[in-house]
């Protein structure tokens, strides 16, 4: 049976490649972003390329969180069910401690912990009244260690990881799977002004990768699984002396 799935953050980078790649696979989509002209563009472009397919899109602002439970509501009305909600929206404004910029952290914490949990909430919602769901998270390896210039976005993914973590044992045996990944570098406007990005991978190719992992229903993978599995353990156990110079 065909896959519903609704993807936040899907006018850019990891949502908009995943919405591709997913509408090759033959899913039906609802695609939410703040950016309501950017979506509809892309909803065109896609049923250019599949006609047949269902693709929702509707603009969403995960961090006006009263609005979250109406606009995913409509959504899977519109789709007539919904099977896995992909939690993406994100930002990451790499601001530093102290230095006035206090307005950068709150709206991160706002759009990546907030935001994701009401996003998160309002379809656990649905998939308990259905009897099965799928919840996938999109964290990062910013979560494995505070970093420097991350402090706010690695506590944002961080407390992200750990919220599905309780999540995952409080719908143990009720069919609802709960998927944790943490990207490596993905190449998207989110760090493409970085001066350095590790092990850096095409869009397409996280896409394909984070598709593969959400079909396999796996609990927690980095993206790619490779370098970062063990990387991100590493990144733990770095002495503090190193972390300070990364
Ligand atoms: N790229 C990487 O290497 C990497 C690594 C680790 C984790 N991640 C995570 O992956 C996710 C996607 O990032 P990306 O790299 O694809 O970045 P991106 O290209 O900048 O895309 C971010 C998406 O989030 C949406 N968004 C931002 N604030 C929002 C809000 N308040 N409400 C709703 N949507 C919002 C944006 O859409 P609008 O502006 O239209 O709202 C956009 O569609 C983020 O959570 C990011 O932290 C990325």
């Not at 992909?86 to 907030?114: D, H, M, P, W, Y």
């Not at 260690?145 to 961080?158: D, H, I, M, Q, T």
Request: charged content about 20%; hydrophobic content about 45%.
């Amino acid at each position: 049976m065909t896959q519903k799935i609704l993807i936040t953050g899907a006018s850019s980078g990891i949502g908009r490649a995943l919405a591709y790649e997913l509408a090759d696979r033959g899913y039906s989509l609802a695609l939410t972003a703040r950016r309501l002209e950017t979506l509809e563009d892309i909803r065109d472009d896609l049923k250019a390329k599949h006609p047949a397919a269902t693709v929702v899109v509707h603009s969403l602002d995960v961090a006006a969180y009263d609005s979250v439970p109406e606009v995913i509501s409509t959504c899977v009305a519109k789709l007539g069910g919904l099977d896995i909600l992909f939690a993406n929206a994100g930002i990451g404004l790499g601001e530093k401690v102290g230095k006035g910029r206090f307005s950068e952290a709150r709206q991160t914490i706002e759009t990546n912990l907030l935001g994701a949990m009401a996003s998160v909430d309002t379809a656990v919602e649905h998939f308990l009244e259905k009897g099965q769901g799928h919840i996938v998270g999109v964290a990062s390896v910013a979560a494995f260690r505070g970093l420097p210039r991350s402090s706010s976005y690695s506590a944002s993914k961080a407390g992200f990881a750990i919220y599905l973590e309780s999540l995952r044992a409080e719908v143990f045996r009720k069919n609802i799977h709960v998927t944790v990944l943490y990207p490596g570098y993905i190449d998207t406007p989110l760090n493409d002004m970085l001066p350095s990005r590790p092990f850096l991978i095409t869009v397409e190719k996280g896409a394909t990768i984070i598709a593969d992992l959400i079909e396999r229903k796996v609990k927690s993978s980095t993206v790619p699984v490779w370098p970062w599995c063990i990387l991100g353990r590493m990144l733990k156990l770095l002495p503090t002396s190193v972390v300070a110079k990364l």
